[in-house]
């Protein structure tokens, strides 16, 4: 006879086997399933954390940079004390955009008029256009109306047009970096209001170290780059203004001679009273040069300069 299952041993048993089972199973399972979230979990931790390090390392920088801005204030303001007085003189007196003068052509020939205006601009301008070639003039300061209008054609020409001197008296311009500046600054003004062009390049009245400004010549030096213009000296000679009348023939092998071992010469010539040897000599001068396969150029504001404190002459 067959006893009831339910009730039996076995039964007891087995209920007892499935309540094990249940009580691992289940657990386990939710373990299983726990374990995945504890998963992302952590991984949500760990991105926080590391956004978190990321934005102490942010403003670690942001710190840093902020001292830095205010040191760099601080120097700005220390500077500005420090810094000499004729540096706020003529807010206005700046080239107009500062520009890196590094160019260096070949096979040019840079010449350049000091002094002019003058009653010989005219017979230069007429040579200098009907060979084809462009020049600088490095300009005085003027009060007669032809020589404002020379000074206008200059520039109409499409030669370059620079800063000299107002006066051209050594003793007063060379006196201190103020005078100096004071008489750069009238010359400055003149060609701006009479060409429109505002100038870039200078050069010193007897060149950028000369017998009259060796204590001061650094500081002038300095003060006009600061502003963004460009010094000139040259490093040929035409020898124009060694005399009274220089012979004509003199000059040009001067200037020839001069610039054929060169790859690159800025020549100094004179465009004034008692120069009219210069002019006679211009035309030959020019044929000879562009014969040796010389261009004739303006100097530019990226012309590399000639300095006698900084040779570069080759
Ligand atoms: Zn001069």
Known sequence: MKSGYIGSVRFYKNMILLFFIIAILVPTGFAIGYRGTIREMKGEISGLQEQ???LQQLEAENAALELAIEEKEEERIRLEAEAPDYQKLYPDFYAP????ATERKENVVYLTFDDGPSYCTDEILDILEKKGAKATFFVVGQSREENLRRMRRIVEEGHAIGMHSFTHEYSM???????????????FCQIK?????????FRFPGGSINGYNSALYQEMIAEMVRRGFVPHDWNVSSEDASGSSVPTSHIIDCVVGG?????????????????SSTANALSQIIDRLQAKGFQLEALTPQTKPILFGYRDDK
């Not at 311009?173 to 010359?187: G, P």
């Not at 209001?193 to 390049?201: A, H, I, R, Y």
Request: without cysteine; glycine residues 8%.
């Open 193 to 201: 209001e009479v060409t429109g062009v505002t100038p870039t390049l």
């Open 259 to 275: 610039a054929s071992g060169r790859s690159r010469s800025i020549v100094l010539m004179h465009d004034g009273a008692g120069k």
């Open 52 to 54: 978190s390090a990321l």
């Open 97 to 100: 955009q500062p520009l890196a």
């Open 173 to 187: 311009i060379y006196d201190s970096v103020e005078s100096y500046l004071s008489d750069m600054y009238a010359v």
